[in-house]
T-cell receptor, first 115, second 114 residues
Framework: AQTVTQSQPEMSVQEAETVTLSCTYDTSESDYYLFWYKQPPSRQMILVIRQEAYKQQNATENRFSVNFQKAAKSFSLKISDSQLGDAAMYFCAYRIGGGADGLTFGKGTHLIIQP | EPEVTQTPSHQVTQMGQEVILRCVPISNHLYFYWYRQILGQKVEFLVSFYNNEISEKSEIFDDQFSVERPDGSNFTLKIRSTKLEDSAMYFC????????????FGPGTRLTVL
């Protein structure tokens, strides 16, 4: 079974600084997708960024970027120029390509932004 | 921007009662999902649905759960006889494609079983 591990229950960063959230996963598949979702206090899950395993280039969405290390099965999220609105729970998620439907989530990292 | 909606936002019920949670997926999406998140725990996949039938389900999705698309817009999750441990946040999600597409989540329904 696939597992997703987020080893940092909580992270804190000063506003305008950069923070990196860690995620590792375990799979024997070669075709899969990785996601970071944000869950603010409103509890809605919002997609931050996605990465296809077959792509070597790291995904980037404005201030959010990932460091995808396929061999190490690592998928970290970097948030640059942190803003107060970035405060939330961040979940790393995995999905097999071409078959199974359900996302497998990590336990989440609570990100605190210090003003 | 199109979004997934869910009603109600909060449902309180007595143990043993039936509840129906409702979702309106994004209109051109073809795949629908339910997840749950017990307070303080990770989000867990329950079931996926396509072409009016279950595509995949987890071991959590036992006989007390059922899903239905009663019309062209709604997607429902029914819990037949609620238990205390069913108290959780339930998220609906939808995607246009299956294996390659991103799932977009609704705001969730908080279910409290007393």
């Amino acid at each position: 079974a696939q597992t997703v591990t987020q080893s940092q229950p909580e992270m804190s960063v000063q506003e305008a600084e950069t923070v990196t959230l860690s995620c590792t996963y375990d799979t024997s598949e070669s075709d899969y997708y990785l996601f970071w979702y944000k869950q603010p206090p409103s509890r809605q899950m919002i997609l931050v960024i996605r990465q296809e395993a077959y792509k070597q280039q790291n995904a980037t969405e404005n201030r959010f970027s990932v460091n995808f290390q396929k061999a190490a099965k690592s998928f970290s999220l970097k948030i640059s120029d942190s803003q107060l609105g970035d405060a939330a729970m961040y979940f790393c998620a995995y999905r097999i390509g071409g078959g199974a439907d359900g996302l497998t989530f990590g336990k989440g990292t609570h990100l605190i932004i210090q003003p | 921007e199109p979004e997934v909606t869910q009603t109600p936002s909060h449902q309180v019920t007595q143990m043993g009662q039936e509840v129906i949670l409702r979702c309106v997926p994004i209109s051109n999406h073809l795949y629908f999902y339910w997840y749950r998140q017990i307070l303080g725990q990770k989000v867990e996949f329950l079931v996926s649905f396509y072409n009016n039938e279950i595509s995949e389900k987890s071991e959590i999705f036992d006989d007390q759960f059922s899903v239905e698309r009663p019309d062209g817009s709604n997607f429902t999750l029914k819990i037949r006889s609620t238990k205390l441990e069913d108290s959780a946040m339930y998220f609906c999600a939808s995607s246009f494609l299956r294996a390659t597409d991103t799932q977009y989540f609704g705001p969730g329904t908080r279910l409290t079983v007393l």
